[in-house]
T-cell receptor
Framework: GENVEQHPSTLSVQEGDSAVIKCTYS??????FPWYKQELGKRPQLIID?????GEKKDQRIAVTLNKTAKHFSLHITETQPEDSAVYFC????????FGSGTRLQVQP | DTGVSQDPRHKITKRGQNVTFRCDPI?????LYWYRQTLGQGPEFLTY????????KSRLLSDRFSAERPKGSFSTLEIQRTEQGDSAMYLC?????????????FGPGTRLTVT
C-alpha cells in the first residue's frame, strides 16, 4: 500500500517569512496530492491540491510542487501570517487518501 | 449548510458497548469515506463507498467495525464491543467520482471516548 512521509514535524517561522513542508510517497500509481490545514478541534480543510499531470500549482500565497520521478511533493507558503498557524497534512491518493503525519506550523508575530 | 455532516459530534461509551455513527455527505457526491484520527496523527483510512457499493476496506480494519451506505446517500459506521483503543475522532469525507473531481471534503467528525 501507499506510504507517505512528511517533514518537518514542527516548523516555527517569523511572520512574513516563507514556510516549506515536504512529503514523499511510495506508490507510483498515486495520481492526486492534496494538502489539508487542520486547526485545533476542527475538521481538516483542503487548501490546495495537485494532479500528477501537473508540476506546480499556485493559489495566492500557497503553492505546491510535484516531482513524480522522485516521488515527492512540497507545500510552499509565502508571506506567512499568524492565522497560518495550524497543523498541515499532505496526502496521496489513487482512491482513498493516505496522509502524512502532519507538520505543526507556528507563525510568530 | 450543504457540507458534510456527522452525528453525534461526541460519544462516550463503556468498553464492550456497541456504537453507531452517521454521516451525511454533500448531496451530489457519489463517494463517501471513513477515516479515523488519533491525537497528533494524520487521518487513517478505514473504508469507502461509491454509491451503495463498499469498494475498499483497510486491512487494519477490525471485524468489529462495519459500515453501510444502503441507499447511496448517508452512511453509518458501527463499532461492536468497543475497546479503549477505539477512542479517536471518526471523520467522514465525500467526493465526486474521479472523472468529475478528486477533492475530498471532511465533516466535523465524531469524537469517541471509550471508558
Amino acid at each position: 500500500g501507499e506510504n507517505v512521509e512528511q517533514h518537518p514535524s514542527t516548523l516555527s517561522v517569523q511572520e512574513g517569512d516563507s514556510a516549506v513542508i515536504k512529503c514523499t510517497y511510495s506508490d507510483s500509481a498515486s495520481n492526486y496530492f492534496p494538502w489539508y490545514k487542520q486547526e485545533l478541534g476542527k475538521r481538516p480543510q483542503l487548501i490546495i491540491d495537485i494532479r500528477s499531470n501537473v508540476g506546480e500549482k499556485k493559489d495566492q500565497r500557497i503553492a505546491v510542487t510535484l516531482n513524480k520521478t522522485a516521488k515527492h511533493f512540497s507545500l510552499h507558503i509565502t508571506e506567512t501570517q499568524p492565522e497560518d498557524s495550524a497543523v498541515y497534512f499532505c496526502a496521496a491518493s489513487g482512491g482513498a487518501l493516505t496522509f502524512g503525519s502532519g507538520t505543526r506550523l507556528q507563525v510568530q508575530p | 449548510d450543504t457540507g458534510v455532516s456527522q452525528d453525534p459530534r461526541h460519544k462516550i461509551t463503556k468498553r464492550g458497548q456497541n456504537v453507531t455513527f452517521r454521516c451525511d455527505p454533500i448531496s451530489e457526491h457519489n463517494r463517501l469515506y471513513w477515516y479515523r484520527q488519533t491525537l497528533g496523527q494524520g487521518p487513517e483510512f478505514l473504508t469507502y463507498f461509491q454509491n451503495e457499493a463498499q469498494l475498499e476496506k483497510s486491512r487494519l480494519l477490525s471485524d468489529r467495525f462495519s459500515a453501510e451506505r444502503p441507499k447511496g446517500s448517508f452512511s453509518t459506521l458501527e463499532i461492536q464491543r468497543t475497546e479503549q483503543g477505539d477512542s479517536a475522532m471518526y471523520l467522514c469525507a465525500s467526493s465526486r467520482l474521479p472523472g468529475q473531481g478528486y477533492e475530498q471534503y471532511f465533516g466535523p467528525g465524531t469524537r469517541l471516548t471509550v471508558t
